[in-house]
């Protein structure tokens, strides 16, 4: 099964650094600038498709076809320049987008008016992002970083936590307290999965972008999955060898939840939700 190095508190693949101090250091030191927006999503949250919707709202919606992890860097690759897919995020000009599955505690913050940078976070609803979470581990298996046993033991292993990024409500809740911060705009996949234009729209609000309605709608069909399945390595890590394209789909959980399941996933992930207004739709 996967390796973790506890990094500040939070499982983090060991195949992301070649040393876990290494990461808590540039992540603890960090220097964020005012124009700085990240993208921050527990994994397989719809990461990818948000990181082409701000990239391209910067680009007033252009779509080109260089690999997203370059264009919109991963804060957590920073320490491992043998990735095919490192950036020097400390060296790139401003404005920086920049994707990371950091919880709120532990991300960069600016304290002063010069640093203070804009976050957006993208909720999915638990059931099938533990599915896709699986199907993404399952395909690292090859390259020794992934996970090979069945669905029924990884789906134990995601409610105990024992996963990268441990639990994902700790994760979820800990920027769900912080969405009517003014830097801040918390989003959901099934919300985008029913209307993605608007959601484009709120998001080039959100970044103080005014663009052309044409704009709008060219990005959101750009964005859209059937557009994005069409250039496949564009989405790809380790070189192109890594998919994180799937199936987008929200009720996919149900080939693969027994009542047994169901029961336990409803009793020790859901119900630790109710009471904090945050609520998924689990089919659409
Ligand atoms: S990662 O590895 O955490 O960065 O992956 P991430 O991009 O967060 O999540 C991958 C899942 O998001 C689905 N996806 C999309 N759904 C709808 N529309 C668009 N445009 C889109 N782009 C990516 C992708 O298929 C993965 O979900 P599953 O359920 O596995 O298909």
């Known amino acids: 099964s996967e390796k973790y190095f506890d990094v500040l508190g939070m499982y983090i693949p060991v ?33 990818n498709c948000m990181q082409e919707i701000i990239w ?11 690999v997203i992890s370059r264009r919109v860097p991963f804060l957590e690759f920073s320490t491992n320049p043998t990735l095919g897919e490192f950036v020097d995020i400390t060296k790139l000009p401003s404005p920086r987008l920049i994707k990371s599955h950091l919880s709120y505690n532990i991300i960069p913050k600016g304290s002063s ?24 581990m399952e395909s690292l298996n090859s390259f020794g970083n992934g996970y090979s046993g ?5 789906s134990k292993l995601f409610i105990d936590g024992n996963v990268g990024r441990n639990r994902s409500n700790n994760h979820v809740l800990g920027w769900w307290k912080h969405k009517d911060d003014p830097n801040f705009l918390f989003l959901k ?21 005014s ?39 929200v009720v996919d959980w149900k080939n693969y939840f027994t009542p047994e399941l169901n029961e336990r996933f409803e009793k020790e992930v859901l119900s630790k939700l109710e009471g904090t207004g945050l609520e998924f739709d689990f089919e659409l």
Request: proline share 4%; glycine share 2%.
């Open 15 to 47: 195949f992301l650094t070649p040393n876990p101090k290494l990461l808590s250091d540039f992540i603890s030191n960090f220097q964020t600038r005012a124009d700085d927006v990240f993208v921050v999503t527990y994994p397989k949250s719809v990461t």
């Open 56 to 66: 391209q709202i910067y680009n007033n919606g252009e779509n080109i076809s260089e």
């Open 113 to 136: 008016d010069d640093t203070k940078c804009k976050y957006m976070y993208i909720a999915r609803n638990p059931k099938d992002f533990s599915l896709s979470y699986f199907h993404f």
């Open 150 to 154: 069945p669905w029924e033991f990884f």
């Open 189 to 209: 996949y099934e919300d985008l999965k029913k209307d993605l234009l608007s959601q484009v729209q709120w998001i080039a609000s959100f970044l103080n972008k």
């Open 211 to 249: 663009l052309s309605e044409d704009v709008i709608s060219r990005i959101a069909e750009q964005c859209s999955f059937s557009v994005m399945m069409k250039d496949l390595s564009k989405y790809s890590v380790n070189e192109g060898k890594v998919c994180l394209l799937r199936k987008a789909v």
